[in-house]
């Protein structure tokens, strides 16, 4: 019987081997997800059909504009914009959201509320108390940081930085910012708020701040 039962023992030892696998797979799996998790449980580093399948399940699906920066003759390394930008809802409250594709990764997230003061609110209950002081990113998990900005209007943006792919864009920046091109030479700010900005510079690239 002592013999028996160990070789069962045994037995089981690979099938709860391959359990606690699974089981870590998952936990790492989720904790990646935490990591890059952004507004409306968007997934930083996501490609943009992934992205508008989240927004379609969310009931966001309509009203939607898209516009892609790429030159094929640019002999620098590759720097693709996607940008998607409509309608949106978080914590109950609604406006326009606006989404940032480098190399076909979700790199930001961009939310102006129609009640920017009620969504600080809201938004300092769930992630903790936000800065003070606009353009100050808080660091709300491993991969992401929030910050905010008024603008002249009044409003405010709430902006979500998927860190990986920002510092891949940023180092591009860095390296590549001097544009040799057939116009005017360009060189891009560091200081500059967000990615749209950056943006405006590049030729060929004209960002539409009514479209809606």
Same mark, same amino acid.
């Given at each position: 019987?002592?013999? +028996? *039962?160990?070789? =069962?023992?045994? $037995?089981? %030892?690979?099938?709860?081997?391959? /359990?606690? !696998?699974?089981?870590?797979?998952?936990?790492?799996?989720?904790?990646?997800?935490?990591?890059?998790?952004?507004?409306?449980?968007?997934?930083? +580093? *996501?490609?943009? =059909?992934?992205? $508008?399948? %989240?927004?379609?399940?969310?009931? /966001?699906? !309509?009203?939607?504009?898209?516009?892609?920066?790429?030159?094929?003759?640019?002999?620098?390394?590759?720097?693709?914009?996607?940008?998607?930008? +409509?309608?949106?809802? =978080?914590?109950?409250?609604?406006?326009?959201?606006?989404?940032? /594709?480098?190399?076909?990764?979700?790199?930001?997230?961009?939310?102006?509320?129609?009640?920017?003061?009620?969504?600080?609110?809201?938004?300092?209950?769930?992630?903790?108390?936000?800065?003070?002081?606009?353009?100050?990113?808080?660091?709300?998990?491993?991969?992401?940081?929030?910050?905010?900005?008024?603008?002249?209007?009044?409003?405010?943006?709430?902006?979500?930085?998927?860190?990986?792919?920002?510092?891949?864009?940023?180092?591009?920046?860095?390296?590549?910012?001097?544009?040799?091109?057939?116009?005017?030479?360009?060189?891009?700010?560091?200081?500059?708020?967000?990615?749209?900005?950056?943006?405006?510079?590049?030729?060929?690239?004209?960002?539409?701040?009514?479209?809606?």
């Amino acid at each position: 019987m002592k013999w +028996g *039962s160990a070789s =069962d023992s045994m $037995k089981q %030892r690979p099938i709860q081997f391959a /359990f606690l !696998s699974c089981l870590c797979v998952i936990w790492i799996a989720c904790q990646h997800r935490n990591s890059a998790r952004m507004i409306g449980d968007l997934q930083g +580093g *996501s490609i943009p =059909d992934t992205a $508008k399948m %989240r927004l379609k399940n969310l009931g /966001f699906n !309509s009203g939607w504009t898209e516009k892609t920066k790429a030159n094929p003759d640019d002999h620098r390394p590759r720097h693709d914009f996607f940008e998607t930008k +409509g309608p949106f809802s =978080d914590l109950g409250v609604s406006g326009q959201l606006e989404l940032t /594709f480098y190399n076909n990764r979700l790199m930001e997230a961009q939310f102006t509320p129609s009640e920017s003061e009620h969504y600080f609110r809201l938004l300092s209950e769930r992630l903790g108390k936000l800065p003070e002081a606009p353009g100050k990113p808080k660091r709300i998990s491993a991969e992401v940081s929030l910050s905010y900005y008024r603008d002249a209007d009044g409003s405010v943006r709430f902006l979500w930085d998927y860190l990986p792919a920002s510092k891949e864009w940023q180092d591009w920046v860095g390296k590549y910012s001097l544009v040799f091109q057939s116009g005017p030479e360009i060189v891009f700010e560091k200081a500059i708020e967000s990615t749209t900005d950056v943006l405006n510079l590049l030729p060929g690239w004209t960002h539409d701040p009514t479209a809606s």
